[in-house]
C-alpha cells in the first residue's frame, strides 16, 4: 500500500509559478511511475505528466510542453510538479498517482495508476 500526499497549491496570476509536491509512503518509490493529474470543475481528471520508474523516461500532456517539468528524487520519496507560465485554465485540483507495474512506456491513462492522493487545489487568476 501506498499513501500520497500532495502539498503546494495554492493562488497565482496568469503568469506566475508554482511547484508541487508529492510525497510518497513505502519503501519502493523507486520502482513506481508517478503521475499527476488534474480536474477542473465539470470536467474529467486528465493527465498532465509523468515520469518513470526508470530515471529519464517522461511524458506531458501537449497543453502543459515547455510549461510544467516533473522531476522526481527516489532519497526523499517525493515526486515534483514545477508549472511556470501558468494559465487560467490550469485551474484545477491536481492529484498524485502512483503506478507499480514497472512498464516500458510510461503511463498516460486514469486506468494505469493504482494509488492516488486526496489533490491540492492550484487557482490561476487573470
Known amino acids: 500500500q501506498v499513501q500520497l500526499v500532495e502539498s503546494g497549491g495554492g493562488l497565482v496570476q496568469a503568469g506566475g509559478s508554482l511547484r508541487l509536491s508529492c510525497a510518497a509512503s513505502?519503501?519502493?518509490?523507486?520502482?513506481?511511475?508517478m503521475g499527476w493529474f488534474r480536474q477542473a470543475p465539470g470536467k474529467e481528471r486528465e493527465f498532465v505528466a509523468a515520469?518513470?520508474?526508470?530515471?529519464?523516461?517522461?511524458r506531458y500532456a501537449d497543453s502543459v510542453k515547455g510549461r510544467f517539468t516533473i522531476s522526481r528524487d527516489n532519497a526523499k520519496n517525493t515526486v515534483y510538479l514545477q508549472m511556470n507560465s501558468l494559465k487560467p485554465e490550469d485551474t484545477a485540483v491536481y492529484y498524485c498517482?502512483?503506478?507499480?507495474?514497472?512498464?516500458?512506456?510510461?503511463?498516460?491513462?486514469?486506468?494505469?495508476?493504482?494509488?492516488w492522493g486526496q489533490g491540492t487545489q492550484v487557482t490561476v487568476s487573470s
Open positions: 515520469i518513470g520508474w526508470r530515471l529519464g523516461s517522461l
Open positions: 513505502g519503501r519502493t518509490f523507486s520502482g513506481y511511475a
Open positions: 498517482a502512483a503506478d507499480h507495474h514497472r512498464s516500458a512506456v510510461v503511463p498516460d491513462s486514469l486506468g494505469e495508476y493504482d494509488y
